[in-house]
């Protein structure tokens, strides 16, 4: 017992010292971003028996560093993180997108519309007019690159988008890689006893980020090994592990239409293969080696794709996790060979080559159109991906292809109409170009009723071609070729030379994109090929221009109603898109607004509150100390001075 209050009173001297340490910690880290304030836990030292007088207290211990933290919180933020990661995004992007369409603004689709239809005007009140006809041919050129400059814009966002998804996968992959090291330096330091408040907060950090970018699901497990509680710890994103503990599976990207040009290759050699095979008179060693190949390939195939299966009979079926993207292949032994080619991979017929596809790298499919995916890829995916004029969509928001769909179809619908009635003659039929024979007869003239549908045909000399059933004049619908056209599609040539647009047939304008709309070869050599007047023997030459400038109003040319009201839809769509994704972004930041407050009401570093524990554990500093030097000066005075006696 000899000193016994020197140790008491150190243990006091030990304790406020590291209480001075935890506080001066949380100060100098108040404002670090994820840092979590920490509380030092004390409690008294085991006391001694006093031999039937009492238990005398042998001092303070200190037990642990905790750092003040509600894990419900963070669960909440998690939760609500990826909501506002895909807003933001689409925030950003759709307000892109209304840039493009360039509305309203003095170089918008208002401008070149009315400038075009106010040209055919001019032409109408002087149809000998070469200056009137130049004018039309400009604004036309001027109409046809209003569409290919955003067409051309919108195509450079999706590309940009296919880039920020590889940078987002990036990014999450070198934030597990983060988790999985911050998992075993805090492995390593909890297992030997010591505390990992920070390395904790780090990985708090990085799950924070995480969950704006995908959705995320974190899980601490404790497990009992030897008597000692070891926590593990887990992260799934889209459903799937992602993280476990001191593993990772990394996700990656690969390029949307490679897969399945080497799928198609592997099949056509197969399917050279079994050929040789059936064509007989091959050696027994022939036979084996051609065996052995198709072995190989058939391997090749298992490896490339999991979706490949090969049953006992060697018959192979691919069957693609993008529903209607990749047609079913089957190539069987028995020579009944079914090849379709696995397409090209493309989600969209709008899309662009070289597009993304996220995936896993051990293999596993990534499902990009998961209803339940959320974060900033998500929102990347859907502006890149949405709602083309695929037949199963995996993406249903409207995003950049269906944007690109709408005005696609509207140049096409917009062309082919005002092609047909540049081509009508003075009785309201439309001349059509030759090589169309039905009835024994060459198809001349056809006339449509007000639903567009062709109802009859002439021949050369205008006399109708009697007994054609329904299904020839659909038929010649989809086939016929006007005479004369303004618009045209580019060749893609440097000059823009227009191709002559005898493809362009019937209802069927599927080359013309707005991309490449253009004005006729005709009209873009000479304006003066232009066609103005109904014929050469009419007295007036006006009704020509009136017909065209009178499909301003046509509201039968679309299901929306006339030109204006199809650009208004397309202009609304993307308004309330761009309005829809304002209001969420909005109401996510208010939520984890709330959230991130309430969780800095909990773990934020209170530097009052510090400041009172610095003077709390300097005073208890000095009262130990005080304590010390009071012993100190009664044994100095009972050994040294009482012995004088």
Avoid at 309 to 337: H, Q, R
Wanted: proline content about 2%; some cysteine.
């Amino acid at each position: 017992m000899a000193f016994f209050e020197f140790n008491v009173a150190l243990s006091g001297l030990f304790a406020a010292q590291r209480g001075l340490h935890v506080t001066s910690n949380n100060i100098t880290n108040a404002s670090t971003d994820g840092y979590s304030r920490q509380i030092l836990g004390q409690r008294a030292d085991t006391p001694l028996s006093g031999f039937g007088v009492g238990m005398t207290g042998t001092g303070v211990m200190t037990t642990n560093v905790t750092r003040v933290r509600d894990s419900y919180l963070d669960l909440k933020l998690w939760t609500q993180n990826p909501k506002l990661g895909e807003y933001n995004i689409k925030v950003t992007q759709n307000s892109l997108i209304e840039g493009a369409f360039g509305e309203p603004s003095d170089a918008g689709f208002t401008k070149v519309f009315n400038d075009l239809f106010n040209s055919f005007d001019e032409v109408s009140k002087d149809p000998t007019s070469g200056a009137a006809k130049v004018s039309v041919r400009e604004n036309l050129i001027s109409f046809g690159k209003y569409y290919s400059n955003i067409s051309t814009a919108l195509t450079g966002y999706q590309q940009n988008l296919n880039y920020e998804i590889k940078a987002t996968v990036d990014e999450i992959n070198i934030l597990g890689t983060r988790i999985q090291n911050l998992n075993s330096q805090i492995f390593q330091a909890e297992i030997y006893g010591d505390d990992a408040n920070s390395f904790r907060d780090e990985r708090d950090v990085c799950i924070d980020r995480l969950s704006e970018l995908i959705n995320v699901e974190a899980k601490e497990e404790e497990k009992v090994v030897e008597g000692k509680v070891l926590k593990t710890f887990s992260v799934k994103i889209a459903g799937q592990t992602f993280v476990d503990h001191l593993n990772l599976n990394t996700l990656g990207v690969e390029v949307r239409g490679e897969k399945e040009q080497k799928i198609d290759d592997i099949v056509n050699t197969l399917s050279g293969l079994y050929e040789k095979l059936n064509n007989g008179g091959l050696t027994v060693d022939e036979i084996t080696k051609i065996n052995e190949q198709i072995k190989l390939e058939q391997k090749k195939l298992t490896d490339l794709t999991p979706e490949c299966t090969i049953d006992a009979n060697g018959s192979i079926t691919y069957n693609s996790p993008l529903e209607g993207k990749i047609d079913v292949l089957k190539v069987n032994p028995d020579f009944s060979t079914e090849i379709k080619t696995a397409g090209d991979g493309k989600f969209n017929v709008e899309d662009v080559d070289g597009l993304y596809n996220v995936i896993w790298q051990n293999g596993l499919s990534f499902d990009m159109g998961n209803a339940n995916l959320s974060g900033e890829l998500k929102g990347l995916i859907d502006l890149r991906d949405g709602c083309g004029t695929a037949e199963s969509s995996e993406v249903t928001y409207n995003g950049i292809p269906y944007y690109i769909s709408r005005l696609n179809g509207y140049v096409r619908q917009f062309a082919q109409t005002m092609n047909d009635e540049y081509s009508k003659d003075k009785d309201g039929t439309i001349m059509i170009a030759g090589g169309l024979t039905y009835g024994g007869k060459e198809v001349a003239y056809i006339e449509r009723d007000e639903s567009g549908k062709i109802v009859k045909c002439y021949d050369e000399d205008k006399n109708e071609i009697a007994g054609l059933s329904a299904g020839e004049l659909e038929e010649i619908g989809n086939k016929y070729t006007t005479k004369y056209k303004l618009f045209s599609y580019s060749t893609g040539s440097s000059t823009g030379m227009p191709a002559t647009g005898e493809d362009l047939v019937g209802n069927n304008y599927s080359k013309m994109t707005a991309t490449n709309i253009t004005i006729s070869k005709e009209i873009y050599e000479n304006a003066s090929n232009m066609r103005s007047t109904y014929g050469a023997d009419e007295e007036s030459g006006s009704d020509l221009f009136r017909a065209l400038s009178n499909q301003k109003d046509n509201s039968k040319m679309f299901k929306e109603g006339d030109p204006k009201d199809y650009m208004a839809s397309i202009f609304s769509e993307l308004g309330i898109n761009a309005q829809e994704a304002l209001m969420y972004q909005s109401t996510q930041e208010s939520v984890t607004g709330i959230i991130k407050n309430q969780r800095l009401s909990v773990s934020q570093v209170d530097l009052t509150e510090e400041f009172t524990s610095l003077i709390k554990y300097q005073q208890a500093y000095q009262a130990s100390a005080k304590i010390m030097n009071t012993i100190d000066g009664i044994y100095e005075t009972t050994i040294f001075k009482l012995g004088n006696f």
